[in-house]
């Protein structure tokens, strides 16, 4: 038996979950469908399994500060017309206890599971239907004729369930990232089905990786982490970040990375500052004058023994006791520390990604109702390309983006 809902939401993360909430709240019958067996998975693995769900240090009227993709001013109207405060507003008014790290990061202080359930709260006070696990196997397009209900319908979905018919659908199936909690490629597929254009996607917020013999003794300093200045590109394309990077047995790793990543392009190369805020030339040469000790000893008052034990040993001139030293060895040697460049061979891939960059072009959605140029279509959170940096920004995306498709929804339904 065919079944009518003035929405379809397929995809039930923290867009898909968020928009079926807010939209059965607006009086819109909704019908939340997800092929897999659990709900937010990605909200449940996130902030170390506390859920980074928002940054109180996000600007809307500066998106491009938080933001990527061809246009990142696009996300200013949603992002502006639903805030950080207005979601946190939410989780209080849940009871969740949250708190604050660094950088406007807000995490539970609990689990994630406390985000889960509120918003599955949220589509309870919404009456929401839920499917799962159900699969979507076809998305027909029907001619809508004006009046009644069914007759509305612009859409007819095959799904598990049964045949579904709907005025608006909703695909917040998210991007690429992570495979193994059920990533797929069907939001871009729908987008592709109706014209619309695709900025290809490719894995962001993901390790580094380098390959070659050039990396074997970096690989030993696996789990070291340190603080750093990190930047690539170049002139009006350079980005850098000021966080922690790890080492890894492939590479590189940690916030700085992480955040770096999202620019990087390949072949580009990184520039490493390994101790930030440093004049090690001055301090090397200060230390000179009056110690006996080895380089590597005196570097471990500004770098992590490890990393300074491997350091030193790429050169001989560099292995010996400081006083020793000729100036242009210890001037080489602060300069490699401070502007350390190498090329990544590669990433991690979708697999430790934590977004998906790319996605749905911009230029064929709403700023205002995320709605496409194909009536009754609409695309929310990652499977846009809307990428947000480390640190809450990408589930703000998602509940903004949730929060103004909803809305444009019932209001399109109320005219």
Request: charged content about 20%; proline content about 5%; overall charge neutral.
């Amino acid at each position: 038996m065919t079944q009518y809902f003035d929405v379809v939401v397929i995809g039930a993360g923290a867009a898909g979950l968020f928009c079926a909430g807010v939209a059965g709240q607006l009086g819109l019958k909704v019908l939340l469908v997800d092929h897999s067996e659990k709900v937010a998975e990605k909200i449940r693995i996130s902030g170390g399994g506390r859920c980074n769900f928002t940054n109180r240090d996000l600007d809307p009227r500066a998106p491009h500060r938080h933001f990527l993709g061809d246009n990142p001013n696009f996300c200013r109207s949603a992002l502006s017309r639903y805030t950080p405060q207005d979601f946190v507003a939410l989780v209080q008014r849940h009871g969740i206890p949250f708190h604050e790290k660094h950088k406007g990061q807000l995490f539970g202080d609990r689990s994630s599971e406390d985000f889960i359930q509120m918003l599955l709260r949220e589509c309870e006070a919404g009456a929401v239907v839920r499917w799962q696990p159900c699969s979507v196997s076809a998305v027909n397009p029907l001619g809508a004729s004006p009046g009644g209900t069914t007759s509305d319908a612009r859409y007819e979905l095959v799904t598990d369930r049964g045949p579904v018919l709907t005025r608006n659908l909703v695909i917040a199936t998210g991007g690429l990232s992570i495979p193994k909690i059920g990533a797929t490629d069907f939001g871009y597929r729908i987008a592709r089905q109706f014209a619309l254009r695709i900025v290809t996607p490719r894995p962001a917020l993901v390790p580094l990786t380098f390959d070659g013999p050039s990396w074997a003794p970096y690989a030993q300093l696996a789990g070291l982490s340190l603080p750093v200045a990190i930047e690539t590109g170049e002139k009006k394309n350079r980005i850098a970040f000021h966080e922690d990077l790890l080492f890894t047995h492939r590479g590189l790793s940690g916030p700085a990375v992480l955040q770096i990543s999202s620019y990087w392009r390949e072949g580009q190369p990184l520039r490493i500052d390994l101790a930030p805020g440093t004049d090690l030339l001055e301090e090397l040469l200060r230390a000179k004058a009056g110690s006996r000790k080895l380089i590597a000893n005196e570097l471990a008052a500004w770098l992590p023994a490890r990393l300074a034990d491997t350091w030193v040993g790429q050169q001989a001139d560099w292995q010996r006791p400081i006083n020793e030293a000729s100036d242009k060895a210890l001037a080489a040697l602060a300069d490699g520390l401070s502007r350390w460049t190498l090329v990544p061979t590669g990433t991690e891939g979708y697999k430790k990604a934590e977004v998906t960059a790319g996605g749905v072009d911009t230029r064929d959605l709403s700023s205002q109702t995320m709605e496409s140029t194909q009536a009754g279509l609409y695309f929310i959170g990652e499977v846009v390309d809307v990428t947000g940096r480390l640190g809450g920004y990408n589930f703000q995306w998602a509940w903004a983006s949730a929060f103004a498709c909803a809305q444009g929804m019932a209001q399109a339904q109320s005219a």
